[in-house]
């Protein structure tokens, strides 16, 4: 018989009358636990060996178990600094105790708890007594730690149990494997048992050479435990950001690109956005302390102009308030990248205009909030618009459910809002899986006759602004806006988040 070097190594280790471990095959032939794992399980697929398999509890010390051993558990902290405050005597105010036994944030309720558990002594309107009779070093509690952390196996279970509970051991499950020689697995070796070369992987060289037919090639079991590798992954949300793009593009969408850093008269005079709106003050908007620009076509900025000062098509309006093309030229990260869609629909970008049209992006935008668990001072937008002859609210509402339906969100609302660039607009908002609570998706609408005139296009313009990490907490689960980046984001989640679809 002729069999690969680790297996016979593997073979020739074990016996027909003892249980060996991988770990001592492991030591006797020097190969890796992994190896002779795998090793193993092939033999016994060919009948050579047995392998048994044991499963074992056994407790480990958490971080704040390992570190209880070094300072103490807080209820004796608090013993100790009791007694030498003279609480065995007569009672001692509670922020004394607590103050000598420098204890502070959650270790104070763990210390009082348990104080009183292990009847170390009493709280009483706010005082605290030592019971004389108590023996804080009868704690069977810390010997436990104690052992655990000298490596010894704690004996009594309840201990482990209430130590499992207050978070300080952990109990893990261990497999052990071992193996023994079978009858053929003897016959074998009395019958003389050769090495053959083994190949992990057929090579273009094997095949050339035809080699290919002499060498044995390596089984994988790929049921065999492995330790899980973590390479390298793309982000959660560059994941979705990629299968939002993916999805657009199969509904019939071309990407928009743009500048982060663009002038107000993109990011906002074009959207009939009157220059005093609150939006527009320093307090929301990151001014940028670079030179204006002049690259404004000047058509353009007179008919934004005339649009803003006396409105626009038959009965527009306009504000009638001040109006400065300096202010128009003045540079800011984008607060939305509708200035993308103002470029293209205006022919700026190069784009065709005749309708129908459709054109997204996915990319960053820039507001001065309050950061919370729903909003971010950047997060990604996904903006996106439809030109055609004729539009309804329908087509705006069909075009999201079918997005949103993409990533398996199927219950999207809509609610009446405000915009001053839309008429009608609608927000959107959907349930978070997890909480359950409701909220904003997005922000959508038709464009008005005051944004579109001016731009030159002809038909209707229905368009949107999606918020990327919306759409990502709703797939995730997240419930959290940082827990998606940051420096909150789990790094655990981050290895093992799925975009749904
Ligand atoms: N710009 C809007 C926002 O940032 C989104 C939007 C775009 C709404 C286009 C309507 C039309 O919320």
């Not at 020097?30 to 407790?59: I, M, N, S, W």
């Not at 104690?146 to 279970?157: F, K, N, R, S, V």
């Not at 306009?318 to 202010?327: E, I, K, L, N």
Request: proline share 6%; net charge negative.
């Amino acid at each position: 018989m002729r069999l690969p070097e680790r297996q016979l190594a593997v073979l020739e280790a074990a016996s027909a009358t003892d249980e060996r471990t991988i770990g001592d095959l492991a030591a006797e032939t020097g190969l890796k636990p992994e190896t002779v794992t795998g090793a193993a399980f092939e033999l016994r697929d060919e009948g050579l060996l047995e392998v048994t398999e044991t499963t074992r509890e056994h407790a480990e010390l958490t971080d704040e178990g390992a570190r209880y051993v070094d300072e103490g558990l807080p209820e004796r902290r608090l013993y100790r600094a009791g007694k030498e405050l003279g609480a065995a005597d007569a009672p001692v105010s509670m922020g004394e105790v607590i103050g000598a036994a420098d204890l502070d944030g959650p270790a104070v309720d763990i210390a009082l708890s348990n104080f009183a558990r292990k009847g170390l002594g009493s709280i009483d309107a706010g005082e605290l007594s030592i019971d004389p009779d108590a023996d804080p070093s009868d704690d069977p509690e810390m010997a436990t730690l104690e052992a655990l952390a000298a490596g010894t196996p704690p004996t009594a279970d309840d201990v482990v149990d209430r130590l499992d509970s207050r978070g300080l051991v952990r109990v893990v499950e261990s497999v052990t494997r071992a193996v023994t020689l079978t009858d053929a697995g003897v016959d074998a070796l009395m019958a003389g048992v050769e090495t053959a070369e083994t190949v992990a992987e057929l090579t273009p060289e094997l095949l050339a050479s035809g080699e290919w037919r002499d060498v044995e090639f390596a089984s994988y079991d790929v049921e065999a435990d492995a330790p899980p590798a973590t390479g390298g992954r793309t982000h959660v949300l560059r994941r979705t950001a990629d299968r939002v793009k993916d999805v657009l593009v199969g509904m019939g969408f071309q990407e928009m690109a743009g500048p982060h850093a663009d002038s107000d008269f993109w990011i906002n005079d074009c959207l009939f956005m009157p220059q005093d709106h609150p939006a527009r003050t320093h307090w929301d908007r990151f001014a940028l302390d670079v030179e204006p620009t002049d690259d404004i076509p000047e058509t353009l900025l007179s008919r934004v102009e005339r649009a803003h000062r006396e409105g626009w098509g038959d009965d527009g309006d306009g504000y009638h308030s001040p109006w400065s093309a300096d202010f128009a030229r003045e540079i800011a990260l984008r607060g939305h990248t509708t200035s993308l869609s103002m470029r293209y629909l205006s022919g700026h970008a190069g784009a065709p205009l005749d309708p129908p049209q459709r054109y997204f992006s996915v990319e960053k935008v820039y507001r001065n909030d309050t950061l919370d668990p729903t909003h971010l001072l950047e997060f990604f937008q996904i903006e996106g618009w439809v030109m055609a002859e004729d539009l309804s609210v329908r087509d705006l509402m069909g075009t999201f459910e079918e997005f949103y339906r993409q990533f398996g969100i199927t219950d999207i609302r809509f609610k009446p809002h405000y915009n001053p660039y839309t008429e009608p607009s609608f927000e959107l908002f959907g349930d978070h899986p997890e909480t359950g609570e409701e909220i904003e998706i997005g922000n959508s609408g038709i464009f008005r006759e005051e944004v579109t005139g001016p731009l030159g296009v002809d038909g209707d313009v229905m368009a949107w602004g999606l918020a990327l990490e919306r759409l990502a907490m709703l797939t995730t689960g997240a419930d959290d806006i940082r827990d998606l980046h940051g420096t909150l984001a789990d790094v655990e989640f981050l290895r093992t988040a799925e975009v749904s679809y």
